[in-house]
């Protein structure tokens, strides 16, 4: 973590652009926790009885990510590679044997297509469904803004238990 390559968020920007720069500055915040450590050390749980690990919460990005825009969204019915028969629900936590660039370039590749679903939405009252609720798009976004803030606020106190390194 040597200079931040994160993107300031725009001050004046439309709320399209606001909130997109916000997400993606999020983004950019968990990658850059995770950012030079080995697969071992993403794996590295944070304290008894919680099993969570960086690794576990990019896994967890790229279900999210997959759920709110793929599915929600867009519609589609995208499912997890994670869960497999007899699996918990939280089968993104569970990275004993998980291969780290697969996980990293399966969340690349939600993020890509969560914005590529975002730019081509004609505005931010788009709507989908999950079960009997509705939901805009400006949910969405603010939703997933508030999902990776209070995962990074994890991954700050995991890269500090690993190696020391602290900040935002």
Avoid at 111 to 130: M, N
Avoid at 147 to 154: D, T
Wanted: aromatic fraction near 8%; charged fraction near 30%.
């Amino acid at each position: 973590m040597n200079q931040d390559p994160r993107i300031a968020t725009p001050c004046t920007a439309d709320e399209r652009t606001t909130l997109t720069a916000m997400l993606q500055f999020q983004r950019d915040t968990l990658a850059m926790k995770c950012e030079g450590l080995t697969p071992e050390q993403l794996r590295t749980r944070s304290a008894a009885p919680s099993g969570l690990s960086l690794l576990g919460l990019v896994r967890h990005a790229a279900e999210v990510e997959r759920t709110w825009f793929r599915n929600i969204m867009g519609g589609e019915e995208s499912r997890s590679p994670w869960t497999r028969p007899g699996a918990t629900e939280w089968a993104d936590f569970d990275v004993d044997e998980a291969d780290a660039d697969e996980a990293f370039a399966l969340w690349r590749a939600e993020c890509a297509r969560a914005r590529e679903l975002v730019d081509a939405a004609p505005h931010l009252d788009v709507t989908g469904t999950f079960g009997d609720t509705t939901y805009s798009l400006r949910y969405v976004l603010a939703h997933m803004i508030e999902e990776y803030a209070r995962h990074n606020g994890h991954a700050d106190l995991l890269r500090e238990r690993i190696d020391g390194r602290t900040g935002e």
